[in-house]
C-alpha cells in the first residue's frame, strides 16, 4: 500500500527528498505520516498530514528542517529534508491510518512502507 524512496547517502547540511506513494488503501479519509526508527528505540513521529482536509503536524525536533508537500497526481506524500545532520541517519518510514487525525503514537497506523534508509555524513 505504500512505498518510499528518494534514501541515499549524503553530506553534512545536504537535502534529500522522500517520497511515500499510497495505493489501495480503503476509500475513506487517512492521515499519512513520517516516521524514523532508531536502533533500539521505539519509531519516531516527524510529520503527518491529513491527505483530504490538509492539515499538517510536524515534530518539533524537525520543524524549519523538514517539510511536506504533496503530488495529488501521483498519490504521493513528499518530505523535504534540509540542512542534514549526521544525527539524522537512520531508516524512514511512511505509515497511513484511516482517520482525518493526525498522532504521533506509531500504534496507531495500520499501514506501513518498507522504509528508506537515510546516511548522512561528516
Known amino acids: 500500500h505504500l512505498v518510499e524512496s528518494g534514501g541515499g547517502s549524503v553530506q553534512v547540511g545536504d537535502s534529500l527528498r522522500l517520497s511515500c506513494t499510497a495505493s489501495?488503501?480503503?476509500?475513506?479519509?487517512?492521515?499519512l505520516s513520517w516516521f524514523r526508527q532508531f536502533p533500539g528505540k521505539q519509531r519516531e513521529f516527524l510529520a503527518g498530514l491529513d491527505w483530504i482536509g490538509g492539515s499538517t503536524d510536524y515534530a518539533d525536533s524537525v520543524k524549519g528542517r523538514f517539510t511536506m508537500s504533496r503530488d495529488n497526481t501521483a498519490h504521493t506524500l513528499l518530505l523535504q529534508m534540509n540542512s542534514l545532520k549526521p544525527e539524522d541517519t537512520t531508516v524512514y518510514y511512511c505509515?497511513?491510518?484511516?482517520?482525518?487525525?493526525?498522532?504521533?503514537?506509531?500504534?496507531?497506523?495500520?499501514?506501513w512502507g518498507q522504509g528508506t534508509q537515510v546516511t548522512v555524513s561528516s
Open positions: 489501495n488503501l480503503p476509500k475513506t479519509r487517512y492521515v
Open positions: 505509515a497511513a491510518r484511516l482517520t482525518n487525525l493526525i498522532n504521533g503514537d506509531a500504534n496507531a497506523y495500520a499501514y
